[in-house]
């Protein structure tokens, strides 16, 4: 369900109801905000109705016993190719950073092949922004030529980051947050075990995004969430909540939580930031900068996770009442 998001839809259901449809569109705004499910209910529409029958529902939808949309919710229709990084073989359980320049020249091989079982083809990026050098320059060599009746969703959280020659061959559409009664109706349909307190909570916390608020509560982080607060308004002078968040979060089995925290972390001190004044709400947004450039490189360095927590425990505890003075 795209909840939220309709000027992106009607900007592409009006493009494929008219048959104007550029050959590539790149889906751009915050994580979690429905990018990817946006591109997979396009790339299931135009699948589905060029094959046939025809579909009858507004916007993206498809009925899910169309039998071409039976084949692209299984992950099994041929034309929908769905690019995301792979295991690492090497390191079982783990992805490779990027995705591979070999996953795009699969995909530049594919398109010499006849489509299977609809006119058209799809083919989503999931993220754009995690192609290596080599890969986005064979993404663009495929968006220079693009082959008839193909569609690319490049779906991007810093379309900055890509080559500027691949962003002027893309027709772009902008995701925002969603407001607090998108997320609060998406959350209760999404959570209906969760009660209200529970998801007004979550809505607080996901600033505008679903995914990032159903991850929050896949992965329980509401006592992680209460540590951080409580080093953001208490300090932390003996160390201890930092070194004990550090210890928590180290391990492979702590690896979601230790990715959650990150995120986590810059948006907490953003929205303390919101109710300071003065040189408190200048440490606050000095403390945002550091946390927020932490948790970029981290992941990208393969920094150590206990020793990244407890760095972030300092950033944390340097915007505590206080903490100029010690």
């Known amino acids: 369900m795209i909840v939220g998001q309709n000027r992106a839809i009607d900007a592409f259901a009006s ?34 109705e060029s094959a046939g029958p025809t579909v009858d529902l507004p916007g993206l939808e498809t009925p899910a016993d169309h039998p071409i949309a039976k084949l692209a919710a299984a992950g099994s229709h041929p034309d929908l190719i769905w690019i995301e990084r792979i295991e690492n073989p090497k390191k079982p359980g783990t992805l490779f950073k990027n995705i591979l320049v070999d996953q795009v020249r699969a995909v530049g091989r594919s398109l010499n092949l006849t489509t299977s079982l609809s006119p058209w083809r799809a083919i989503v990026f999931d993220t754009a922004d995690e192609l290596e050098g080599a890969g986005a320059n064979a993404l663009l060599k495929m968006l220079e030529e693009p082959p008839a009746n193909t569609l690319f969703f490049l779906v991007s959280h810093a379309p900055g980051r890509l080559l500027p020659t691949i962003r002027s061959r893309c027709r772009r559409l902008d995701f925002g947050k969603l407001p607090d009664d998108a997320m609060t109706s ?18 607080e916390f996901a600033n505008g995004s679903p995914g990032r608020a159903l991850a929050i509560a896949e992965l329980d982080l509401a006592p992680l969430e209460g540590e951080v607060l409580a080093i953001l308004r208490e300090g932390d002078p003996d160390n201890g909540r930092r070194s004990k968040l550090a210890s928590s979060l180290s391990g492979k089995a702590a690896a979601d939580r230790y990715a959650a925290f990150l995120e986590l972390v810059p948006g907490l001190i953003a929205g303390e930031a919101i109710g300071l004044q003065g040189e408190a709400r200048s440490r606050a947004l000095d403390a945002y900068a550091k946390a927020r450039e932490t948790a970029v490189l981290a992941p990208r360095l393969s920094l150590d996770p206990a020793a990244t927590v407890f760095q972030l425990g300092t950033v944390l505890a340097s915007v505590a009442p206080g903490a100029a003075s010690r």
């Open 186 to 203: 998406l959350l209760s349909h999404s959570l209906p075990e969760t009660n209200s307190a529970g998801i007004a909570r979550l809505v």
């Open 15 to 48: 493009a494929w109801k008219t048959r104007r449809l550029h050959h590539a569109w790149l889906l751009a705004g915050p994580k979690g905000v429905g990018k990817a499910s946006f591109a997979r209910a396009a790339a299931m529409r135009v699948l589905a």
